[in-house]
C-alpha cells in the first residue's frame, strides 16, 4: 500500500506563483509514475500533469499553456509542481496520484492523495 501526502497549497494572487508537493510513503521499493489532478468546485477532477518513474518524460494539460512544471525531487517517491502565471481559474484543490505507469486518464491510478486546496484571488 502507499500513501501520498500533498503540501504547499494556500492563496496566491492572480499572476503569482505557487509550488506543491506530494511525497509518498509505504511501498516506496517500487518508482512510480506520479500525476497531478486537480477539481474545482462544481466540476469534475481534471488532468494536470504527470511525470514517468525515470523523471524524464512528463504530459500536461493542453489548457495550461506551459505555465505548469512538473518534476521529480531528490527522493524519488516526492514530485512537485510549480505553477506561474496563476489564473483565479486554477483555483481548486490539487491531488497527488501515483501508479506503475504515467497516464493522463485518472481511472490509472490506484494511489491518491488527499488534496491540497490551491485558492488564486486578490
Known amino acids: 500500500q502507499v500513501g501520498l501526502v500533498e503540501t504547499g497549497g494556500g492563496l496566491v494572487q492572480p499572476g503569482g506563483s505557487l509550488r506543491v508537493f506530494c511525497a509518498a510513503s509505504?511501498?516506496?521499493?517500487?518508482?512510480?509514475?506520479m500525476a497531478w489532478f486537480r477539481q474545482a468546485p462544481g466540476k469534475e477532477r481534471e488532468f494536470v500533469a504527470c511525470?514517468?518513474?525515470?523523471?524524464?518524460?512528463?504530459r500536461y494539460a493542453d489548457s495550461l499553456n506551459g505555465r505548469f512544471t512538473i518534476s521529480r525531487a531528490n527522493a524519488k517517491n516526492m514530485v512537485s509542481l510549480q505553477m506561474n502565471s496563476l489564473k483565479p481559474e486554477d483555483t481548486a484543490v490539487y491531488y497527488c496520484?501515483?501508479?506503475?505507469?504515467?497516464?493522463?486518464?485518472?481511472?490509472?491510478?490506484?494511489?491518491w492523495g488527499q488534496g491540497t486546496q490551491v485558492t488564486v484571488s486578490s
Open positions: 509505504g511501498r516506496t521499493s517500487t518508482i512510480y509514475a
Open positions: 511525470i514517468n518513474p525515470l523523471g524524464d518524460r512528463t
Open positions: 496520484a501515483a501508479d506503475r505507469f504515467a497516464s493522463t486518464m485518472e481511472s490509472e491510478y490506484d494511489y
